[in-house]
């Protein structure tokens, strides 16, 4: 799995799981989402991203090889 695969579905799994706390538990956790897509939208700009600094940490590559 590369960086960018991995950058999706950690944003996608969290989007979902935001909106289904929002759902079933508070609309608060739309908060959360917002957070996402603001971190989303700041990546987008700057081409920086927390998340995928950490993946490189952990060993991730940009590209499959």
Do not use: Y
Request: charged share 10%; hydrophobic share 55%; proline share 0%.
């Amino acid at each position: 799995m590369t960086i960018n695969e991995a950058l999706r579905f950690i944003a996608g799994t969290m989007i979902l799981l935001s909106l289904l706390l929002a759902v079933s538990h508070s609309l608060n956790w739309l908060w959360f989402t917002a957070f996402i897509g603001v971190n989303l939208l700041q990546s987008s700009i700057s081409k920086w991203c927390l998340m995928m600094t950490i993946l490189k940490k952990l060993g991730l590559k940009d590209e499959q090889a």
